[in-house]
């Protein structure tokens, strides 16, 4: 069993930006994957981001890529989601989550077993 907790989301204007932590316990992030979602009010959950822990290969969202980077810490167990430029399109319920196979990351919110209870990222224009 896996429990996730994710911090720092917030308010932030329109171009900034804001670092989004995933800690795990219960067990390391090992050989899973650890990816990122979010789900604005009135849409479907969708993928923003994910890292495969044991060799640091990312992928990301088109609407994302350039502007939000993936990085992990080994000895806190902990993944950051660096969100920069922000846009007012980008706010959601932003929820980590763990694909417990492992092997590549995938975008499919299916495919991912455990999840933390989302922190909630505001884009003001």
């Known amino acids: 069993q896996v429990q996730l907790v994710e911090f720092g989301g917030g308010l932030v204007q329109v171009g900034g930006s804001l670092r989004l932590s995933c800690a795990a316990s219960?067990?390391?992030?090992?050989?899973?994957?650890v990816g990122w979602f979010r789900q604005a009010p009135g849409k479907e959950r969708e993928f923003v981001a994910a890292?495969?822990?044991?060799?640091?290969?990312?992928t990301y969202a088109a609407s994302v890529q350039g502007r939000f980077t993936l990085s992990r810490d080994n000895a806190k167990n902990t993944v950051y989601l660096q969100m920069n430029s922000l846009k007012p399109e980008d706010t959601a319920v932003y929820y980590c989550?763990?694909?417990?196979?492992?092997?590549?990351?995938?975008?499919?919110?299916?495919?991912?077993?455990?999840w933390g209870q989302g922190t909630q990222v505001t884009v003001s224009s």
């Open positions: 219960g067990r390391t992030f090992g050989g899973n994957v």
């Open positions: 890292i495969r822990w044991i060799n640091g290969y990312t």
């Open positions: 989550a763990v694909d417990s196979r492992g092997g590549l990351p995938t975008p499919g919110v299916d495919e991912y077993d455990y």
